[in-house]
């Protein structure tokens, strides 16, 4: 037992730089499970200062000083912040109310429906049946929308959290982009002056986390306005909610294109019924998935590093569950992380006369 353990130990933690690369990601591992939520601020900062330096260096080939470019890539991203914060989630906040509103009405019209089941499949479904099914989801409406007040009555210290963070993100976002040699140089201050594998690692990831950040972020603001131009062109209510969902809906690979399918479908139902404009809404929102995940992402991330998609599904899986929703966004950057440290860590050949020699 012992001479595997050595052999193995000579295979992959001889290297000096092997062993800092296990701390590093032994550290990041316990500081993500541990103070995740904490650091969700700094690292939204991060993903914008890069979309910032996306749009600087876009300004900068169209042959503007860097200083310029610099200043109009942060004034787009002042404007486009507030923009939404100020302009699309109010109004998404008001549809939410209204949707709100609009379950008694629904459940009522569910339950009619319902209704005829007993009388065409009596050896199925009963009336008793049919009873509990109702009144289980009238209590579980009424259980939400008491849970919905108690949050919102405890979440006003959260609110006042958020608020200070809405001011602090652009201002680390501005220093991160006005310093981010200096932050890099300190940072590096800590690791030994020679680490080729650090390096490469670093040099892929870069590349690799701006190309999907900004690719991600396009591809979100995309999907959402197509589908929010698509809604609102086809008179379906709560386009401006719903067009936020598709679009946040891109950031969790396959499984995210399914779970926001059910409120469209029942949004669409409860409107129309099963009818034309039902299966016309249908139709456009599945050709929206199809440009999307055969013309928008092979196009947008035609530099990423290929994953497996069950590779991609555990890593959502895996990060969601230990980071909640920053995990899911980062599942994609984090699985290339892996699979480059893995492509990257090295080995050395142990020949037998070595182990037993000792």
Do not use: C
């Not at 680490?195 to 690799?208: D, G, S």
């Amino acid at each position: 037992m012992m001479e595997v353990f050595k052999k193995w130990y000579r295979r992959y933690l001889q290297e000096e730089e092997s062993i800092l690369l296990l701390l590093l990601l032994l550290v990041g591992t316990v500081l993500l499970v541990t103070i995740g939520d904490i650091m969700a601020p700094v690292l939204a900062a991060v993903v914008l200062a890069y979309l910032v330096q996306g749009v600087a260096n876009v300004l900068q080939r169209t042959g503007l000083p860097q200083w310029l470019g610099f200043t109009l890539a942060f004034i787009i991203f002042i404007g486009a912040f507030f923009g939404v914060i100020l302009g699309l989630l109010p109004l998404v906040w008001r549809q939410l109310v209204a949707l709100a509103g609009e379950v008694p009405r629904m459940l009522e019209q569910g339950r009619q429906l319902l209704a005829v089941l007993p009388a065409q499949y009596p050896e199925l479904f009963s009336q008793e049946q049919l009873n509990q099914v109702v009144a289980a989801a009238q209590v579980e409406v009424a259980g939400f929308g008491q849970r919905l007040v108690t949050r919102t009555l405890a979440g006003i210290p959260g609110f006042l959290t958020v608020t200070v963070y809405l001011v602090l993100i652009p201002i680390m976002v501005f220093f991160l982009l006005k310093d981010r040699q200096q932050i890099t140089n300190w940072l590096t201050s800590f690791l030994p002056p020679r680490r080729p594998l650090l390096t490469r690692i670093w040099a892929e990831m870069n590349v690799q986390f701006s190309n999907y950040a900004r690719g991600k972020m396009v591809e979100i603001i995309i999907v959402g306005a197509a589908s929010y131009v698509a809604f609102t062109w086809l008179g379906l209510n709560y386009a401006a909610l719903l067009a936020l969902l598709v679009g946040l809906s891109v950031i969790i690979p396959y499984i995210g294109a399914f779970l926001i399918t059910i409120p469209i479908l029942m949004v669409t139902f409860f409107q129309w019924g099963l009818g034309g404009e039902f299966y016309v809404v249908m139709a456009v929102y599945i050709v929206i998935q199809i440009l999307d995940g055969n013309v928008l992402v092979p196009l947008l991330f035609s530099e990423a590093v290929n994953l497996h998609p069950v590779a991609i599904i555990i890593a959502v899986l895996f990060f969601g569950g230990i980071w909640g929703l920053w995990g899911v966004f980062f599942a994609i950057p984090l699985a290339t992380l892996i699979k480059a440290v893995i492509n990257a860590w090295p080995t050395r050949e142990v020949e037998p006369e070595a182990i037993q020699g000792d």
